[in-house]
């Protein structure tokens, strides 16, 4: 009984990582209708941004803003430089075009700053919460900011014009075309956004799992599973999503017997895609109907 | 006309031949392909993109080392063509690569390809080529077998070997010892766990409390500790990569966790792994080695590690000189050119295995005091000690004596 | 904007729709294309007979690929579970069972169509992203699955499985890298014309009206469900095909040569050669294996970013791959004809 305590406990806590990447992959999805693979290495790349700020002695809440600030507008430039020429291109291309930004951003990063592991420090401090050594106070730390951040999500999207807009262009862009959305720029805008919830993921995680350019290859993996189990089109559901792949993750590997432990993420991934047969928008997503 | 010309040619090479070998007093040349009076090709194989580009440094430092001997005048007054080639870690990739550097680019040698699975790959070709695979980048057991692949040749202390040295020391300090480990699922973990077993003999089985696997694609070994914990063991022998060594020594301490910790070489590294994970939650980690950590202060002196950075500043001024990996090539680099030295004007590659197969007693720049590079004709594992060390404060601590372990392949 | 129970969208397809005879090359070309690789191995070194070869396997790997998104519109990172498949197939049956490696082929198909069949049939509730995830994490568990102890006393388990490289048959005075060109040459004529053949067949027709509008076809009397089972059955059967080929040709598998590194870059080569037109697939292939190595001869240290930079370069030219330069070049063809 104790291990399974630990061991929920301890989902919870690497849950809180999965969760915060799927609200970056939510947000992206929400502005531009499919999954970016390069997400990752970009909150990555961010990361390292702030990493080198401090390096260079920016104090740690200016770097924090700072690099909010870069990675929203490197989000935009990104979108306008790259993807705006592929806008009339098939989807597939513009997979593609994540694929290529995906090496870019990863080698570069590998050639600035190496693959030898960094330090990054924590707001938070690292003592154990509330007596609990399995959940340290960071963790708390990092699970309060993505509340903190789908709340936020959560009024933008639903409350704010520009947020309706944006779900608007993305889900129907030619009639947000018709009732006077920029669509053009929300998609702008959503990659701004969606890079710095990725910089602030990358933060949050980087204490955890130590800075290095390939840190968000396996985060990413899991942050888009949360995202599709709990729903690509509600940020509540990728948090949730979030913290459920990390406990049935630890808890599989822990109590199936002979291979549990050596097929932990591909049964984690199987239950996924079993969820999505009987829920295919995912089980806090919205049924999408189809029009002919 | 062109048949007259070669039949010409053919009779002055005779006679040049005969000049040579009558005045005795004038060395003979003899070359493979690869090697002429002026240079020596050098293929080499490396991930610089993939899953194992952390790597790609090696190729890097070897690069830079063969252009310090280049200026320095060359190996007997020839140039070294060091020519590496991009397999992204990808064993079909490793193939096509050997291939080109064989057929292609005509080396002389491949040297220091780096992975177990992609060295595997090319072993049966090189082999059947004649070309040597010299010094290859992998702890893997197998490579010691000059009956099977004569032209096969490792290099560092073999996985197995090092994890017997652990076994041996359990069993005589901690005979009642209940061991956890966690190992990476691929051939490195599990050439580290055999070796383990091994040493432990029949008390394996009731030593070991509990095996935890994890694969390279999790961000995180967490559960894998808490896991190790609630086993009850008192004894934890880590075989992990240095991120993921960080990770546990770190998660250790922050659930509290202090049992006999055993370390892997692979992450023996102070500026890659100690100093990230905390030096505080590091203290008394049991590791071993076998070349000097660049990061430990105690080297601040060392003549060879002032060397090594004099090498560094001048020729590969960006390396980062916390990996450990920029010290394993120069290490190796030196290696190879004591090989090319060695075969004088004889560069066949017959040769060059015959004298990369009779190294005595070798010191190198770098390696340990005491460790010495050692080879026959039988034996084609060129380093084969290790020194068993202790974290304290900020510095390895060295103890007990240099200890051999050889595991046949 | 009311919280709906429901959104209602209006889905334009993921794939453009192809005419089926714009999928193909027409017969002229295809010969003369034919006649150059026939005599090409001549005048080559045998290392580039061994990268053509290569270029061939990978070729019939992203064609499948071709029939399954480019022609029923489904989309698949899963591929390289498959090609696993097959090469396992092909090197545990020359390896335990002594078989010959011509007819492991056909066993490797078979096994890899059978997964294929059995993984589509619960995929097909699942469209775009969610398919995408779910063959996602195929390719994801496929090394892991490969790895597994118990499996580890055929499949070589981390270590892999080396395989005999064959000779060629009857005393034929070839080596065995022209030996194993032509026979990966015969191979691909083969199912290249077959494939052509399929997708102008029956089910071909039902397969494209699938991609094209799945609820239309099904109102036509399409079965739906059947055909896109198919679809990934006949798709996984000929990766299989290519896997166990690679297997032969590169004598050695283990489970690092079939990560999801390998189903990105055949889907790259897909969008690369022009996603729905069948000669674009070798194409394709030739980008996936020589342009990584163009990139490298540009700079170590940056192979990854100029690679990218390579990628972005054509996709920007080109968005919808060679099919793109293809009509063009017979666009202008046709100009002079006039």
């Known amino acids: 009984m104790e291990l399974f305590t630990n061991q929920v406990l301890a989902g919870i806590a690497t849950g809180a990582i999965y969760a915060c990447m799927a609200l970056a992959v939510v947000m992206i999805y929400q502005a531009i209708d499919h999954l970016n693979f390069a997400q990752g290495e970009m909150a990555m790349f961010s990361t390292f941004i702030s990493w080198q700020l401090m390096q260079w002695g920016v104090p740690y809440w200016w770097s924090f803003l700072l690099t909010l600030a870069i990675s929203f507008a490197g989000g935009i430039l990104i979108e306008r430089l790259l993807f705006k020429p592929l806008a009339k291109a098939p989807v597939l291309t513009n997979v593609a075009g994540f694929i290529a930004l995906f090496a870019i951003v990863n080698s570069v990063a590998g050639l600035t700053w190496d693959f030898t592991i960094k330090q990054y420090p924590t707001p938070f401090g690292s003592s154990p919460f509330l007596?609990?050594?399995?959940?340290?106070?960071?963790?708390?730390?990092?699970?309060?900011?993505?509340?903190?951040?789908?709340?936020?999500?959560?009024?933008?999207?639903?409350?704010?014009?520009?947020?309706?807009?944006?779900?608007?262009?993305?889900?129907?862009?030619?009639?947000?075309?018709?009732?006077?959305?920029?669509?053009?720029?929300?998609?702008?805008?959503?990659?701004?956004?969606?890079?710095?919830?990725?910089?602030?993921?990358?933060?949050?995680?980087?204490?955890?799992?130590?800075?290095?350019?390939?840190?968000?290859?396996?985060v990413l993996v899991y942050g888009f599973a949360a995202a599709v189990l709990g729903g690509l089109s509600s940020p509540l559901g990728a948090v949730m999503g979030g913290f459920l792949v990390g406990v049935f993750e630890n808890l599989a590997g822990t109590y199936i017997p002979g291979v549990g432990n050596e097929l932990k993420l591909p049964i984690a991934l199987a239950l996924i895609i079993t969820v999505l047969v009987f829920k295919p928008a995912g089980l806090f997503g919205r049924a999408i109907v189809k029009r002919v | 006309m062109s048949a007259i010309n070669l039949r010409l040619g053919a009779f002055a090479a005779a006679l040049a031949l005969l000049a040579a070998t009558s005045s005795g007093a004038l060395a003979q040349k003899k070359y493979d392909t690869g090697a002429s009076d002026t240079e020596i090709k050098i293929g080499n194989i490396m991930p610089y993109s993939g899953p194992a580009s952390a790597y790609g440094v090696i190729g890097k430092t070897e690069e830079a080392y063969f252009r310090k001997i280049n200026a320095e005048g060359g190996i007997n007054g020839r140039k070294i063509n060091f020519i590496s080639y991009d397999d992204a870690y990808s064993p079909p990739k490793t193939v096509e690569q050997a291939r080109k550097l064989v057929e292609s680019d005509e080396v002389l040698l491949v040297f220091n390809p780096l992975g177990t699975p992609p060295n595997t790959a090319i072993q049966k070709y090189l082999n059947s080529k004649k070309v040597p695979q010299l010094f290859v980048a992998t702890g893997a057991t197998k490579w010691n077998d000059p009956k099977d692949f004569p032209w096969t040749m490792g290099w560092q202390p073999n996985y197995q070997s090092e994890s017997q040295i652990y076994a041996k020391y359990i069993l005589k300090n901690h005979p009642n010892a209940k061991i956890g480990i966690l190992y990476q699922n691929d051939d490195y973990g599990k050439d580290y766990?055999?070796?383990?077993?091994?040493?432990?003999?029949?008390?394996?089985?009731?030593?070991?409390?509990?095996?935890?696997?994890?694969?390279?694609?999790?961000?995180?070994?967490?559960?894998?500790?808490?896991?190790?914990?609630?086993?009850?063991?008192?004894?934890?022998?880590?075989?992990?990569?240095?991120?993921?060594?960080?990770?546990?020594?770190?998660?250790?301490?922050?659930?509290?966790?202090?049992?006999?910790?055993?370390?892997?070489?692979?992450?023996?590294?102070?500026?890659?792994?100690?100093?990230?994970?905390?030096?505080?939650?590091?203290?008394?980690?049991?590791?071993?080695?076998?070349?000097?950590?660049?990061?430990?202060?105690?080297?601040?002196?060392?003549?060879?590690?002032?060397?090594?950075?004099?090498?560094?500043?001048?020729?590969?001024?960006?390396?980062?000189?916390?990996?450990?990996s920029v010290m394993y090539a120069y290490i190796v680099s030196q290696g190879l050119v004591h090989v090319l030295k060695a075969c004088g004007d004889d560069l066949t590659r017959a040769n060059v295995m015959k004298q990369a197969a009779s190294i005595k007693d070798l010191e190198l720049n770098g390696l340990l005091p005491g460790v010495k590079v050692n080879t026959s004709a039988t034996d084609f594992a060129p380093l084969s000690q290790l020194q068993l060390i202790r974290f304290k404060g900020e510095n390895w601590e060295r103890f007990g004596e240099i200890l051999s372990g050889d595991v046949g392949g | 904007m009311s919280v709906a129970a429901e959104d209602t969208v209006t889905e334009a397809p993921a794939v453009e729709a192809v005419p089926k005879r714009a999928m193909t090359l027409g017969t002229g070309t295809s010969l003369v294309i034919l006649a150059a690789l026939l005599v090409t191995p001549v005048f080559v070194k045998n290392f580039v007979v061994f990268q053509m070869t290569m270029v061939m396997i990978y070729g019939i790997a992203v064609l499948a690929l071709n029939i399954l998104t480019g022609g029923s519109g489904q989309f698949s990172l899963g591929q390289s579970a498959f090609y696993a498949l097959g090469a396992y197939t092909s090197a545990v049956l020359m390896e335990n069972a002594n078989m010959n490696y011509a007819l492991t082929l056909p066993i490797a198909g078979l096994v890899s169509f059978g997964a294929g069949y059995l993984f589509g049939k619960p995929a097909l509730r699942l469209t775009g992203i969610y398919l995408a995830l779910a063959t996602f994490a195929l390719a994801v568990a496929m090394p892991q699955l490969l790895k597994l102890h118990f499996l580890e006393h055929w499949t070589g388990g981390v270590q892999g499985l080396t395989v005999m490289k064959p000779d060629a048959p009857f005393g034929l005075p070839i080596g065995q890298d022209k030996w194993l060109y032509y026979f990966t040459l015969a191979i691909s004529v083969a199912i290249y014309v077959g494939s052509v053949n399929l997708l102008r067949s029956r089910s071909g027709r039902a397969f494209m009206s699938i991609r094209d509008n799945e609820i239309a076809a099904s109102a036509m009397g399409v079965d739906v469900a059947q055909y896109k089972t198919l679809a990934f059955g006949v798709s996984a059967g000929i990766t299989g095909i290519a896997g166990g080929l690679s297997a032969i040709v590169v004598a050695f598998v283990a489970p690092d040569s079939y990560t999801i590194n390998l189903a990105i870059a055949l889907f790259l080569g897909m969008v690369v050669g022009g996603v729905g037109w069948l000669p674009g697939s070798f194409v394709g292939a030739a980008f996936i294996i020589f342009v990584p190595n163009i990139a490298e001869s540009i700079s170590k240290g940056l192979s990854g970013a100029v690679f990218g930079v390579l990628l972005f370069i054509v996709i920007f030219l080109v968005p919808h791959g060679a099919r793109q330069v293809a009509i063009v070049a017979q666009q202008m063809l046709g100009k002079l004809k006039k």
């Open chain 1, 131 to 218: 007596g609990s050594q399995l959940i340290s106070t960071h963790q708390v730390g990092m699970i309060g900011v993505t509340l903190l951040m789908l709340i936020g999500l959560y009024l933008f999207f639903q409350f704010t014009r520009i947020g309706l807009a944006m779900r608007a262009a993305a889900a129907l862009p030619e009639s947000a075309r018709l009732v006077g959305v920029n669509t053009s720029w929300m998609i702008a805008l959503g990659w701004g956004m969606a890079s710095a919830i990725g910089a602030v993921a990358g933060i949050l995680i980087a204490p955890v799992v130590f800075l290095e350019p390939n840190m968000m290859g396996g």
């Open chain 2, 193 to 324: 766990l055999k070796g383990f077993k091994d040493g432990l003999g029949a008390k394996a089985a009731s030593m070991i409390v509990l095996e935890e696997s994890y694969e390279v694609s999790q961000p995180t070994i967490d559960s894998h500790i808490v896991k190790l914990k609630s086993s009850g063991a008192d004894v934890f022998f880590n075989i992990t990569t240095p991120k993921f060594a960080a990770q546990a020594i770190k998660k250790n301490a922050e659930i509290g966790w202090k049992p006999l910790h055993f370390l892997n070489n692979v992450s023996a590294s102070i500026g890659s792994v100690m100093k990230p994970a905390g030096f505080e939650n590091g203290q008394d980690i049991i590791s071993s080695q076998y070349f000097k950590d660049p990061t430990d202060a105690q080297w601040k002196n060392d003549a060879a590690m002032k060397a090594w950075n004099e090498f560094l500043d001048k020729y590969y001024p960006e390396a980062n000189r916390a990996d450990a």
